[in-house]
Every structure is written in structure tokens, then in C-alpha cells.
């Protein structure tokens, strides 16, 4: 059946790119103007901070060296210890390392994959700094009860929004209240700018950071006025991706509309019932606050995921698994991580897969990866 199939290979996810937005990029590579904070960047930076509700935002290369940086902001290094989720991609955890702090893991929700909060209080000590929670797909995290606790504890917040633009809490965008606040346009993202990202933060002094850590902790005055009191890295976005960036944020809502479109219909053709039948779990069916980065099942303990996902590409469909449980990884692994210290995020990170679901996708093709679902796990 696989050779033979006439239809066209469909990836789990790809970028929507518009005629207008090469063009832009390609007036930016003629004018001269590529990198550091050009006319783009501002502009980008600019629609953003009105996206968040007037919150001062400032754009990166990446949403890794987002999370690093508020880390920074927030004077969080060794000796703090910093609670996280086991299943996110990696990134989440290793900014804690790399500012010199420690990682401290708390176990996922088994409905929502998003960090338990109970579990997240009970792992708090005299040296917790900070909580960085992911929302997960979008499905955003319980917010009251985060921030309550938050304030409880007074802890820094640094939101791993980097699946979440676009997802509210009770109304409200996420990024548009809260403490850091962190957007990834990594190219799969709902939008991006190839690699990218910006950080949400509270106040013009923080800001001046946020710019400080940015570019070699470098702060400017006058002509040639110029010195550095902290270390900062090499993380300023071009005005390349500013320009994509504009693009494709002008699009979002269209964007992330189609995206909760084909969610629906996913839900439509699996049907009420699947779940008992076939014994694997859908995600949350929420079609108020998510942005639908991504639509995940978990298989159930009888299927290997790598066969499965073989099984698709056989079907000409591809897959992603998003995540793998990040303290089993060797690196963390060495720090004194094992094997069932967390069984939810291992059980999860060992069986979820991410199905297709991007803008440029129709609704035959979320059946058709339905249609192969299903027949695989009836196999
Ligand atoms: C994409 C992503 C990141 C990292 O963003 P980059 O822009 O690739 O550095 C971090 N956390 C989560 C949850 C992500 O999905």
C-alpha cells in the first residue's frame, strides 16, 4: 500500500509564507540595513508590545536565550534552585543550567501534559527562585492558581510561552499580564521568523536589561559614550526576521483560527468514542483559550511509538513527539535524574505523538491522518 500511494507526503507541521512577506525581506536585503535594531525590529517590537497589551517587549534571535535572559533579570544563578517541567523541549531546562542554577522538576498533569501545581508546591525549598511553567500546545497553564502561588512563595514566574501566542486565560492573552513572559518563533511555531523570539517584561528597567544582555551587557550614550557592567551574550534578532516576523504576525488571528478549525475537525472524525475504543488519549478539547500549536494523541502502552510513527510514514504521513522527558537524557541523567521519579511525563514522553496540524492543511487531510490513526491502532 505504501509504495503505491499516490498521495503527497504530509509533514506534521510547515510554515504558511506569503508573496508580500518575501518581498519585504527582500527590500530589507537591499537596503542595506540587516541587523541591529533597524527600522524592522522596532516596528516588530513595537506591534508586539500592543499585541501585549502595552507590556514592554523586546525581540531575540531565539526563545532559549528569552528564558536564559529573564533568568538573568531576575539575578537567578548558583545556589537557587528553579522549578520546571520534565516534559518540555529542552531548552526549558538547560537555560536553568546554563545561568548556573539548579533544575528542579515536577511532574506533569496526565490530562493537560502542562506542570502539575500541586506537585510544583511541594517541591519548593528556601532556595526556589523561580517557576517556569510551560503551556504546553498552548493550552495554557492555570494561571490564578500559578500566580497565587507565586505570590505565596515569592517566586519569579518565567512563562515558557513559546507554543502560546495567541492563548488566553479567562479572556486575557497570555504574555499580556503575568510576570516574563516568553515567545518562540522558531519556525514551527504558530508564527516565526525562521529562529527568534521576544521576552515580555514588567517595567522600563527591566527593559534596559533585557537590551543589556542582548548585546554584551553593552549600554550606549551620546556619540561614542559606550560601556558594559554585565556579561551578556550574542542574541539580537536581524532585520530579516523582523520583517518575516511582521508578516506573519499580521496573520495570526487568521492563522491560529484555521488552527482551531482543524482541531474541531480532528475531534469531529475521531469521534466521542474513540478513546474507549481504541484505548489512546485525545488532548484536551478546549476551543476557548488554546491557540492549537499542536494536536497530540498518546498511544496506548501496547504500541511502540517508533513503529507507529514508521507505520504513518508508510501512509506517507509524518510525525513529531514532542516531548521526551528531559531528566532522562544522559546530561541530566548525570546530575542524579532517573527512571521513575516522574511516571506521568515518562509515560507520556514514551507515547505521544504530535499528528499534522498547520494552517495550509484541509480538512480531507485531517481525515485522512484520522483514517490512518484509526487503522493502525485497530492493527
Ligand atoms: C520552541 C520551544 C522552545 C525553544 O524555542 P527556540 O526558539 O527554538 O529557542 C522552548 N520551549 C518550548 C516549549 C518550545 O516549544
Redesign the pocket.
Known amino acids: 500500500m505504501s509504495q503505491t500511494s499516490p498521495l503527497p507526503f504530509l509533514p506534521f507541521t510547515k510554515p504558511t509564507m506569503d508573496e508580500a512577506t518575501v518581498s519585504a525581506v527582500s527590500d530589507v536585503l537591499r537596503s542595506g540595513w540587516l541587523t541591529s535594531n533597524g527600522p524592522k525590529v522596532q516596528a516588530f517590537e513595537a506591534q508586539l508590545s500592543e499585541y501585549f497589551g502595552g507590556r514592554p517587549v523586546r525581540t531575540y534571535n ?3 536565550c528569552t528564558m536564559e535572559i529573564a533568568l538573568r533579570i531576575a539575578g537567578i544563578g548558583p545556589g537557587d534552585e528553579v522549578i520546571t517541567t520534565p516534559n ?2 529542552v ?2 531546562a538547560n537555560v536553568i543550567i546554563e545561568v548556573g542554577a539548579t533544575p528542579v522538576f515536577a511532574d506533569i498533569d496526565a490530562r493537560t501534559h502542562n506542570i502539575d501545581l500541586d506537585k510544583v508546591e511541594a517541591a519548593i525549598t528556601p532556595r526556589t527562585k523561580a517557576i517556569i511553567p ?1 503551556h504546553m500546545t498552548g493550552l495554557p497553564c492555570d494561571m490564578d492558581k500559578l500566580y497565587a502561588l507565586a505570590k505565596k512563595y515569592k517566586l519569579r514566574v518565567v512563562e ?1 510561552a ?2 502560546a501566542i495567541g492563548s488566553t486565560w479567562k479572556g486575557k492573552r497570555i504574555g499580556a499580564f503575568g510576570d516574563f513572559v516568553s515567545f ?3 519556525v514551527n ?1 504558530n508564527i516565526m521568523t525562521a ?3 521576544c521576552l515580555v517584561v514588567n517595567n522600563a528597567e527591566e527593559a534596559k536589561l533585557a537590551e543589556k544582555y542582548r548585546l554584551q551587557g553593552v549600554s550606549r550614550s551620546g556619540l561614542d559614550g559606550i560601556d558594559v557592567d554585565v556579561l551578556g551574550g550574542k542574541y539580537n534578532m536581524t532585520e530579516i526576521s523582523a520583517a518575516i516576523g511582521l508578516g506573519q504576525l499580521a496573520r495570526l488571528e487568521e492563522f491560529n483560527a484555521k488552527r482551531l478549525s482543524l482541531a474541531r475537525h480532528y475531534f469531529n472524525s475521531f469521534g466521542a468514542d474513540f478513546e474507549a475504543q481504541y484505548g489512546a488519549e485525545l488532548p484536551i478539547a478546549d476551543f476557548e483559550q488554546s491557540n492549537w500549536h499542536m494536536f497530540h494523541i498518546v498511544l496506548p502502552e501496547r504500541f511502540t511509538r517508533a513503529d507507529f510513527m514508521q507505520k504513518m510514514l508508510d501512509r506517507q504521513i509524518g510525525l513529531g513527539f514532542h516531548y521526551a522527558a528531559i531528566h532522562l537524557f544522559s546530561m541530566y541523567r548525570a546530575r542524579g535524574f532517573k527512571e521513575g521519579m516522574f511516571p506521568v511525563a515518562e509515560r507520556v514522553g514514551r507515547q505521544i505523538v504530535t499528528l499534522p496540524l498547520f494552517p495550509l492543511m484541509n480538512e480531507s487531510d485531517v481525515e485522512r491522518v484520522v483514517d490512518a490513526v484509526k487503522s493502525i491502532l485497530r492493527g
Do not use: L, P, Y
Open positions: 531565539s526563545g532559549t518540555s523541549w531548552a526549558t510551560v515558557d513559546a507554543q518562540s518563533f522558531q511555531k529562529e527568534g523570539g
